[in-house]
């Protein structure tokens, strides 16, 4: 395919994006691709509150609530108040949660290897650090940061 230098990176992202999206299917992830960023974020930033969970994933509070509510009854999450301050919940994963997220996350390596099969290990990190370059900058700070 021929490139076409006006497709900016923000077009290119969503095409991308939505590739990823078709592909990353619950029957191959054993869990949405929602879930497994939720999971991932628990698994790297222990213990946050509920707010800065949906700070760090960038989404909507009452999206955050709807997303906790059906890992917490699937037993992947714990929701509980914080001691210092009741108003507040911190989110744990369970240990079935820590189960489900390392079958998710070797489903999605093989599904990382097809889809960024045309980069090598150099340019992946390079794009995973760019990405993560752009994400900071907006403000999408993880807990304690």
């Known amino acids: 395919m021929e490139e076409n230098s006006s497709t900016g990176p923000i077009l290119l992202l969503t095409q991308l994006s939505r590739l990823i999206s078709r592909k990353s299917t619950p029957e191959l992830l054993g869990q949405t691709l929602k879930e497994l960023a939720t999971l991932s974020y628990l698994r790297d930033y222990r ?20 997303l906790l509510n059906d890992l ?4 992947l999450v714990e929701r509980r108040r914080d001691p210092s301050d009741r108003r507040r919940h911190i989110v744990t994963m369970t240990e079935q949660g820590r189960k489900a997220l390392h079958q998710a996350e070797a489903a999605q390596q093989t599904l990382e290897d097809e889809i960024l099969g045309a980069l090598n290990a150099e340019e992946r990190s390079q794009l ?5 370059s752009a994400i900071d900058g907006q403000g999408a700070q993880p807990p304690n940061a």
Request: overall charge negative.
């Open 72 to 75: 917490e009854a699937s037993g």
């Open 47 to 66: 213990e946050p509150t509920q707010q800065q969970l949906t700070e760090g994933l960038c989404i909507d509070t009452n999206y955050c609530v709807m």
């Open 128 to 132: 995973a650090h760019l990405l993560r």
